[in-house]
Structures are given as C-alpha cells and as structure tokens.
C-alpha cells in the first residue's frame, strides 16, 4: 500500500512536469530546460524550509516564482529561435544551471542538499496541483488566449496578422511553464528529502518530452496520461525499468511513425464523450 | 607556442567541421536537423577503440573500418526512423531524432559504462621539432586527414552524378523526381555520407583527447549545429571554414580566460544567439530557404 | 484615402522586389491589383500588414504611418488579411477560426480566464463566440461551425479565411487571390460576397488572377509587373491599356 502510494506520488510530480513542457509547447515553443527550472524551484523551496524555516505552501510557491522568473529571462532571447535551435538554447541554459549548481556552495554544490524537511501527504499536494492545473488547462482551452496559443503554434506569422501579440502569448506560456516546473520542483525536493544537481539534468527533460509526445499533444488529457503511464508501468515491470530510456526512444520514433499526435488525441476524447453519452 | 596552439585550434576546428558539414548535408536534403547526428559521431569514437582493441591493426585500415561501420549506422537509422515518418507533423523528424539520441545515448552506456575509455595509441606519435615549438605529428594527421576528406566530399558534390543527385534533391524533391532521380536513395546515400564524415571525426576526437566516453555525442550535436548555423544553413563550404573559426575560437578563449568552469561550451551557446539575433543566414549565407 | 504607399521600395537580399510604388487607395472602394506572376502583388501585402520590412517608402493608413509598426498592431489598427495559400489554424475548429480574429477587439488574459470564479462564461467570451458566429454565417458556413479547420473544401476555406480575417472589424481588407481554385459557382458566391462586403463601407484590395471577377467588382485596378505599377485606373481602361496586354502577353504581334 504505502509502494502503491509512493508510486503514485511520484506519477503525480512527474504529471505536474509534463504539464509544465506542455504549455510551452502549445505555442510551438520545445524547452529542453523545464528540469532547470525544476531545480531552481526545488533548490528554491528547499532552502526556505531547511535553512530559513518558512512553511512548506510559500516555499513551494516561492520556488515556483522565482522558476517563472528566470523563465521569463529565458523566454526573452527564446521569442526568435525556433525548432532545434530553441531546443539548444533551453538545454543550454538547463545545463548552465546544473552547472551552477554543481558549484553553488551554500546548497551543498555537488554534494547535493539534505535534510529537506518531509512533506507528509505530499502525494495529496501534487495531486490537488494537478486538480488545479486541470482547471486551468481546460478552461484555457476555451479562452481567448487558449486560442491564441493555439494559433501561433500552428502558424505563428498568420497568427501576428489577425492581431495576436505573439512576443507577449509566447513569452506568457513559457513563463507560466516554469512556474509550473518549479512548483513542480518544490513538492519533488520535499519528498525526496535529498537533492543534487544531476536529478536535474537533460536526460530528465528529455523524458518530459518523451511523456508528452507519447501521452498526447491535441489535448491537456494526453500529457497526464503520458506522464502517469509511464511513470507507473516501469514500476510494475522490473525487466522495463531497467531499458526504460531506451524505450521511451522507441516509443518516441514509434510515435512519430503511427500516430503523431500521441495517444490521447481528439478523437479519443469525442470517443469517449460519446461513450458517456451513451451510457446515459 | 602558438603555433601548437594554432594546430590545436585548426585539429579541433577540423572535426568541427567534419561534424557539421554531415549536419549541413542532411539538412540540404531533407529539410532535418538531425539531433542524432552527435550520437553517431560518439558511436564512430567506440567502433574506432574497439577496432583497435581487438585487432591492433593501424590508423589507416581503422578509419576505414570505423567510417563504413558508422555509415551503416546512418543508414539504419535513416530507414528505421526517419523514411516511415509521416509527412504531414513538422515536428516528427526531430521528435524521431531525440529517441535516437536517447537510444544510442544509453545504449552506449550500458555497453560501455559511464566513465571514459582509454583511447589507445593508434598512431606513433613522433612530435616534430620546428625551431623552438614541440608539434604532435598526431595532430598535424588529423588535420590533414580532415582537410583530405573534405576536400574529396567537395570534389563528390560537385563532379559526380551522385553529387549533383544530391544537390537537386536538396533544391526540391519534387523537381528532382520528375528529373529521374531517386530521391529516397540520394536521402539515404546523404545520411551514410554524413554519418560516415562523423564517424571520422569521432575517431579522430578519440586520438585527440585520449579518451573517449559515450556523453560526447551531445557535447558535439551542440558544437557541429553552431558551425551550421555559423557557415549557412545547407552550406558546405561554410560548416568547412565555420568549424575552423570555431575551433580556433575556442582554442583561443582557452588560452585567453583561463578558469576552471567549461566556458568553452557556453561560448558556443553564445556564438549561437548571437548569430541569431544578428546573422541568422549565418555568416557565409545559407544556400536553402528554410520551411 | 485610406492607405497611401509612397515611394515604397523592398528588396529581398539582392532582388529588387518592388521599385518605387506610388498608390493611394479610397475609402470604400474595391481596389484590385493584377499583374504576372512575381510581379510583386503578394510583396505589396506583406509589407502593408508587416510580415516584411520595408527597405525603402512609407506606408500610410489611416493617417498613421506603418512603417515601424508591428503586424499586431497594424492589425488592431484596422487591417485584415487572407493568404495567397490558405492558412487557417489547423488545430482549431472553423468557428475558433474566425473567433481568433475577435482577439484584438477583446482582452481577456491568462489571469481573467483562470480566476473567474462562477461557473458563468465570461460575457466577452461568450460575446466574442456571437460575433464569429456572426461573420461565419455572413459567409454562408455557419452550418460547418465545430468541424475542424482543416477538414472542410477548400473554397469553404477561403470563405472561413474571409470570416476570420472580417471579425476582427477591419475598415481595410487585404484579399490574397480568394477565388484561386475555385469552380465558376464559388466564385460567384465570392463575387457577391465582396459586393456585400464592400456594400458595408469597408475598404478591399484584391489580388487576383480571375480576370472576369476583378473587372467586374472593381471600380480602380493597379497593375504590377516586375515590381513596378505599369498602369492604374478604372476596369474599362485598363482593358484597353497596351502596357498591361504587352505584361501579360508578350509584345503584340501585330493585329
């Protein structure tokens, strides 16, 4: 009971994070640098619980501010670059912040940083995150700015001409996605009671991606289930766990060649809903 | 003393561009930065050391062996997961090439472990004296290994057939298909060119540094996509000279700053915002329009 | 005169694109702009709606110059635009099309859209939902409202286009070749939409290959060819005109 508990737990973190790539990536906007931004939101929140005694909520949130700070920095220069060269730059700054990491001397540097007070029912906080992160998502959905993400992620240049004010939505869903990252980076520091710099590397914001792409892109649903599938199901088979990376590369070239838009798509929610409709 | 470092720079300068011009070339015919392509140059460094290992046998039979071994690679990784993509996401050739990435990646890490691999003495290095100055003659080889490749992929590109195959590919697919050319071979020749360049320039960075490990793949993607973008999108002559003043470049700043963090890697990344903001047809102009 | 071009020069590296346009365009008529192809029509629109820079001229709408200003913002100032290819947004459905339109006229940001606290729409939402639907039905394809963009005919396409792009409540419409593939029958619904529209008061420069179409709705026609106005004036003289016979066929070989 208390593994199935941590597990979900963990699922739940890992949800939260692939929510935060999917934002961005709304507006066509792939950042290899949400595990930065995890870190600085752990790093943040630890240091108020352990060394400045501040609750765990304001910590939390604090950690998450100051991620969507920094991402704002980061979202500035991120405005004209697309595609690959968007990804390069977000890994670079992923990396320059584990390096910073690695040397930053008051959080303990390569060494890493204990004794982060434990959250009890932390697994309660990520999942009401999550609750909260669903309304918004879904009432996004149906918005003004929902749309206008929406737009520029499929057609940036048409999107400018009907109106839209490209530089402010772009930089807003990027900003709001580190925010998202760094809270999801509080609520991970305070389970783990321990962290160090290479939790936060690329390799972890690859598989962030890996989550969404697989989970599903047309629909908010598609990253949960992403990131709650394959985060439960290494759990259950040893055999997977151990090949895990390598399969979320073939999953991801897998994907790619089946079904692009990912596993929950559109037509899987009109399913759905039709399902229900008939059970009425 | 600065004519050893003016052969360091030009040595790494060389695989630099050896790197980017498979980038350049791959991007030409297919529209595609291939994200891979760091993990095929990694995957050249490990074919190269397990060549020697095993069979002792000299620089000059090795680099061969290495390049038609990662060429293969290239080939399988066009046909597996590049040719069934589907054409109508944008975002699905490099989505594809990030699960490659993370399979040779980790794949190489369980085969060869996390921590570096001794390269071993490929070639005798006699060091050359000139006046004052000590020069490895293994790095004067690279260079002249390097500038020899290059100068046969030039003279490939602009005299043969399938040369000129590639370079109307790379104008349009559709036009060159209705010329008689095979456009899905010439993609495929492309990718072994390409994956073959970088696997000699993993060989070669495996004599260089004496060491290989398998996280270098992505140290080079970073490195040769700068050169890229430095020299022109699709340009070959540009990733040829573009690697060379990175190269130097770095060397430079090694020499000039000295400090124990790896800004070497940061002045790529801000080489390439710069050219961004400023020069995004980099510096030599790119020969393709991009989508 | 709603839009004024003076001396306006674009050059895309080495290629001269356009070369020294005078234009002025009235408010409320239909102005067509024909030439070859490559003439340079679809250069004129991108720098009016500031896709392109401008190398060289002013742009004046409205008596406000364009030249520094961003697409957005020319947009809010009342320009819309379709495309030479259609370029609906793939990922939303027709009516959410058109509604993207409505995001200059309206503001509601990240913040209002997630702390509403009712459960009620928000009037601008729901008022913004009205005012497409408004304009899909003004077009004819109110009925297509929840299909997905992409899923539709392609002159219906071009129809949505022309919803979106009115939604927005330009006093200048920029049209890009609307009637490019379509059937006599939809270019007759086209012909009579931009009679309607026109009927409103609004402003249209159309770019178009159909000859019948342009020389029946319009009361001034440019002509362009390599990037220079070669002609101006009303559909009877222009049809007359050698200079544009000569641009679109070749020297005259004798009659």
């Known amino acids: 009971m208390d593994y199935l508990l941590s597990v979900a737990t963990i699922a739940g973190i890992y949800i939260i994070m692939a929510l935060s790539f999917y934002l961005p990536f709304i507006t066509g906007q792939i950042s290899l640098a949400q595990a930065g931004f995890m870190a600085i939101g752990a790093y943040g929140s630890a240091v108020c619980t352990a060394k400045w005694g501040i609750p765990y909520v304001p910590a939390v949130l604090f950690g998450g501010v100051i991620a969507g700070v920094l991402g704002f920095v980061l979202g500035v220069p991120a405005l004209r670059i697309k595609g690959i060269y968007l990804l390069l730059l977000t890994l670079g700054f992923g990396e320059i912040i584990r390096v910073v990491f690695i040397n930053f001397n008051y959080v303990g540097a390569a060494e890493g940083f204990p004794g982060i007070p434990y959250q009890k029912y932390t697994g309660l906080y990520a999942y009401a995150v999550i609750f909260i992160l669903i309304i918004f998502f879904s009432r996004l959905r149906n918005s003004r700015m929902g749309r206008a993400f929406q737009a520029i992620g499929n057609d940036e240049t048409a999107a400018e001409v009907l109106g839209v004010n490209i530089t402010s939505a772009k930089l807003m869903a990027f900003s709001v996605g580190a925010f998202i990252a760094g809270i999801g980076g509080g609520i991970f520091a305070h389970y783990q009671e321990y962290i160090e710099p290479l939790m936060f590397g690329v390799m972890h914001a690859v598989e962030f991606i890996v989550f969404v792409i697989f989970g599903g892109i047309q629909i908010f649903w598609g990253p949960i289930f992403g990131a709650f599938v394959l985060t439960l199901l290494p759990e259950f088979f040893r055999a997977i766990q151990e090949w895990r990376m390598e399969i979320y590369g073939v999953l991801l070239i897998v994907m790619m060649i089946i079904r692009p838009q990912g596993v929950i798509g559109l037509d899987t929610i009109q399913a759905i809903e039709k399902l229900f409709q008939k059970a009425r | 003393m600065l004519l050893q470092q003016l052969i360091n720079g030009l040595m790494l300068g060389s695989t630099y561009s050896l790197v980017a011009i498979g980038y350049t070339l791959i991007f030409g015919v297919l529209r595609l930065l291939h994200f891979a392509h760091g993990e095929v140059l990694m995957a050249g460094s490990f074919m190269g050391l397990y060549i020697i290992l095993w069979t002792g046998l000299p620089l000059y039979i090795t680099l061969p062996l290495a390049m038609i071994a990662t060429g293969a690679l290239g080939l399988i990784v066009e046909f597996l997961a590049i040719r069934p993509l589907r054409k109508d996401f944008h975002l699905a050739p490099l989505l594809s090439t990030i699960g490659v990435t993370i399979i040779l990646q980790n794949l190489a890490v369980k085969i060869f472990g996390g921590y570096g691999t001794k390269f071993p003495e490929a070639i005798k290095t006699a060091d050359f004296r000139i006046g004052p100055f000590l020069i490895s003659s293994a790095k004067i080889l690279i260079v002249v290994i390097s500038l020899f490749l290059m100068v046969v992929l030039f003279f490939i590109i602009a005299k043969t057939k399938v040369g000129r195959a590639m370079r109307a590919v790379s104008e349009s697919h559709v036009t060159a298909g209705f010329l008689g050319v095979n456009v899905d071979r010439v993609v495929l020749v492309t990718f072994g060119i390409a994956s073959a360049l970088a696997g000699a320039a993993g060989v070669m960075v495996g004599i260089s540094f004496h060491a290989v490990t398998p996280f270098i793949g992505l140290t080079f993607a970073l490195k040769g996509l700068v050169v890229m973008l430095l020299g022109g999108l699709g340009n070959v002559v540009g990733a040829m000279i573009g690697g060379l003043i990175l190269g130097l470049a770095e060397v430079a700043s090694i020499v000039i700053l000295p400090t124990e963090i790896n800004l070497q890697d940061i002045f790529s990344f801000g080489i390439m915002i710069l050219i961004l903001i400023f020069k995004p047809t980099g510096l030599f102009g790119s020969r393709v329009t991009e989508g | ?255």
């Open chain 3, 1 to 255: 005169m709603i839009l004024e071009i003076r001396d306006l020069v674009k050059y895309y590296d080495g290629f001269c694109a356009l070369h020294e346009i005078q234009m002025k365009v009235q408010e409320g008529k239909v102005h067509a702009i024909i030439g070859p192809n490559g003439a340079g029509k679809t250069t004129l629109f991108n720098l009016i709606s500031g896709m392109h820079d401008i190398t060289r001229g002013e742009i004046w709408f409205k008596g406000k110059r364009l030249n520094d200003l961003k697409p957005h913002l020319r947009t809010e100032l009342g320009i819309g635009r379709t495309f030479q290819i259609v370029r609906l947004f793939s990922s939303l459905t027709v009516l959410e099309n058109v509604m993207v339109g409505r995001h200059c006229r309206t503001n509601a940001g990240l913040f209002k859209t997630f702390f509403k606290f009712s459960m009620k729409e928000l009037d601008e939402e729901k008022d913004s939902r009205e005012q497409a639907l408004k304009w899909l039905d003004f077009v004819g394809l109110a009925h297509k409202m929840d299909q997905m963009a992409s899923n539709i005919p392609h002159a219906e396409q071009r129809l949505v286009e022309i919803a979106r792009a009115l939604s927005l409540e330009p006093d200048l419409l920029l049209l890009d070749e609307p009637a490019a593939g379509m059937n006599p029958k939809e270019t007759m619904v086209l012909d009579a939409l931009i009679a309607k529209i026109s009927r409103m008061g609004k402003t249209i420069l159309l770019i178009e290959h159909n000859m019948d179409l342009v020389m029946g709705i319009s009361e001034i026609i440019s002509v362009l060819n390599f990037g220079e106005k070669i002609a101006e004036g009303r559909p009877s003289e222009i049809q007359d005109n050698p200079a544009v016979i000569e641009a679109y066929l070749g020297k005259k070989r004798g009659n």
